[in-house]
């Protein structure tokens, strides 16, 4: 399965951008899916995640700010960000598993300026 990140940008500290990832087919069957980022000079890490669906796991930092969904009828996963920090700066990156496979999206930017 292939997927399309978007929503990224430039956006000022507390304030909020909503990131999708279309993946280009049915999404239903997939359990496994989540977003990632990557900060310059840093490893990619976990930010949020569904391991199946209705069930979800958040990094600490992100917890009570950060959103993530699903939907499967639009094939596409969300990550509502909230109260954006400097520190969130980073390329997002939206994953699934499918059938036992990795996919990745190719990555979107988000900036936040203090």
């Known amino acids: 399965v292939q997927l399309q990140a978007s929503g990224g940008g430039l956006v000022q500290a507390g304030g909020s951008l909503r990131l999708s990832c279309t993946a280009s087919r049915s999404i239903f069957s997939i359990n496994v899916m989540g977003w990632f980022r990557q900060a310059p000079g840093k490893q990619r890490e976990m930010v949020a995640v569904?391991?199946?669906?209705?069930?979800?796991n958040y990094k600490d930092s992100v917890k009570g700010r950060f959103t993530i969904s699903r939907d499967n009828a639009k094939n596409t996963l969300y990550l509502q960000m909230n109260s954006l920090k400097p520190e969130d700066t980073a390329v997002y990156y939206c994953?699934?598993?499918?059938?036992?496979?990795?996919?990745w999206g190719q990555g979107t930017l988000v900036t936040v300026s203090s």
């Open positions: 569904m391991p199946n669906p209705g069930s979800t």
């Open positions: 994953y699934c598993n499918a059938r036992g496979r990795d996919s």
